[in-house]
């Protein structure tokens, strides 16, 4: 057992490393090549801190544990909102944000409910997930075209500025980091994922409570660090656009192509109590940033307080299945 311990500690590592490494690496590279920061924040920084729940969710569902591929996505965009963003709040409250988040946190709403409707049937097939990304290119182009009309818009530009703090005085610096971020990541989503398995056996927990918890906050790694980090700064935009950005990149690209390399089978509990949480979570953000002006510290106690809340009713449902 402690063995099991000791690969989910070092799968977590490498996919932190590796993410960090990934993003960094190719956003210089993305620079030197003279491509625009908005495109960089949009696309690199998007698919990068997201290649950690990819990695883990494909791994899961092709190693036959498909629950622990779909609680990854479901558990990540909960912990996004009220684990990340909590503490982000708590650390700093955050404010002034630009009307961009309030439109990223409306895709992400409908993202959500559109999710919360493709677990009402038993299977999500490889057509949906098709779909999902057809809907992710429609969103990437229209994201780009939006803030490329609009000079104030800069919630993307602002992501990639935050990936730039590292100097980097070796131009062949930047193409190992991110060669280096893919080995760490697919290193780190075997040992993640065999380790993570073996516990559920060892604990009879079902793999989907091990993909809700453990898997789901060990892959939010990366959005968990950006958003510290940020809060810390006072880059109020970098921490909202990171985590609604993952949340609809999550599902999008991350469960669209999960399903349709191998389609997923959907338990009575995504559809009961998981889903709807996720759909809660992100409407409870869209709701804040549309109606108030600062989530403060008090929120971000209370966003805290529902994600413990979630986690004892996740593992007493969990026993229980």
Known sequence: ???????????????????????????????????????????????????????????????????????????SNIANVLLIVGMAAVITPILGWERTAVREALVAALVSLAAFALVQGEVITKLEGITMLMVLAGYLFLSYWLEKRDPQAKTFQHEAEEF?????????????????????????????????????????????????SLVAIGTSLPELATAIVAAIRRHYDVVLGNVIGSNIFNILAILGVTVVIQPIEVSARFREIDTPVMLGS???????????????????????????????????SGVAV
């Open 164 to 212: 730039e703090d590292i100097p980097l005085p070796r131009p062949w610096l930047a193409p190992v980091l991110a060669l280096g971020g893919i080995v760490a990541l697919v290193f780190g989503a075997d040992m993640l994922i065999e380790g993570a398995v073996n516990i559920a056996r060892d604990f009879a927990v079902p793999d989907a409570v091990i993909g809700l």
């Open 1 to 75: 057992m402690l063995h099991d311990f000791l690969l989910v500690a070092a799968g977590l590592a490498l996919l932190f490393l590796g993410g960090e490494g990934l993003v960094r690496g190719s956003v210089r590279i993305a620079e030197r090549l003279g491509i625009s920061k908005l495109l960089i924040g949009l696309v690199i920084v998007g698919f990068g801190t997201s290649m950690p729940e990819l990695l883990v969710s494909m791994k899961a569902a092709l190693a036959g544990t498909p629950e622990i591929a779909l609680g990854n996505v479901v558990g």
């Open 282 to 316: 992100a409407l409870l953000l869209l709701a804040l940033l549309f109606v108030t002006k600062t989530i403060g510290r008090l929120w971000g106690f209370l966003m805290l307080a529902l994600y413990a809340a979630y986690m004892v009713l996740l593992f007493s």
